[in-house]
């Protein structure tokens, strides 16, 4: 008998999560759909038990379990695999996982145990990076690994989740999930907000702004942040261009008067921060100031003002290149985005380049810049 479990936090089930089950029932005599109660890296911004009724709507066709959100505490994989071998001890145990998961497969806990108790059954992949990382699991664990046969589709769930937070269509979600959501108003704490935003933008530039928020909550999660600092993320990403179309003769209705030295591509930023302040009830002094030097930076910036700033160089439809901009390190990211946003300057402001953009290549550049 072989039994497949295929874990995950559901935040909320899409329809790649339904291909790879589907697939995986194929293979096995049982599929066991297993929503974790609290994941061990990542946060959840729904209850457990709401996402056990989205996954039971996803997934009709298996069993879906509620072990791990009875537990208390984190939910770790390898204790799931040791419940499931004693309720089966004559099954072959198969977990299935993600081409992701594959990749941070080293980042698990108990990875030797893992590979002892079950064949890892992996969504396909067919680029020579993951093809590297079969081989590197299979070596360093003794992991046996087999493939669905089938191309997971790329879809993300942030971006699903922010999606309803921008009350915006989701093709992604199985039909019945989606009707549960909309229903139930999940995924929608800043709806009135982001609608809010919509008034100040142009089409275009709401548009950029829903993928700023996307990149900036996924470098977030990278970063590993609290879900109040993620919050804090969402918000000055939201609100950073919001300023963008307010006409001079409006500045001082915001209290805020043009230094003569301010070259205009630079004015929204502060600007920005008094709107998100008089318009939005945004009091958190942290979330102002990123929103202030999203387009400057500035000496010693703090987490929130990095991810900011590089969240809005580096959101997928800028009109440039991206690759060489994302890899690395929050730092390495700011670094990059910085230098080239100095040499974008130079070019097309000649020397007119604000003092405060100066200070912060500087700062991040002390040898280099003169």
Known sequence: MKVAIFGGTFNPPHNTHVKIARAAAEICDKLIVMPCGI?????????????????????????????EIKKQGKSYTVETLREIKEQYPSAQLLLVIGGDSLRDFDGWYRPDEICRLATLVVAHRSHKTFEKTVEHVKRKYGAQVVFLDVQPDDVSSTEIRLR????????SLPAEVARYIEQNHLYQKFLPMTQKVKEYLTDERFRHTFYV??????????????????????????LHDCAKYVPPERYGDYGFEKPADMPPPVVHSFLGALVAKRDFGITDEEILSAIAFHTTGCPDMSVLQKIVYVADKTEQTRPYPLSHLISGSLDCQLKKCLWEANGYTQKTQKKNIYPLSLKTLEFYFPNSVK
């Open 39 to 67: 994941p061990p890296h990542k946060s959840c911004d729904v209850d457990a038990e709401v996402r056990l009724r989205l996954a039971r709507l996803a997934f009709p066709f298996a069993c879906v379990s509620n072990s």
């Open 164 to 171: 309803c937070q921008f009350g915006l269509d989701n093709p």
């Open 213 to 238: 928020v996307k990149r900036g909550m996924e470098l977030a999660e990278k970063q590993k942040l609290s879900p109040e600092d993620q919050d804090k993320v969402f918000v000055a990403c939201l």
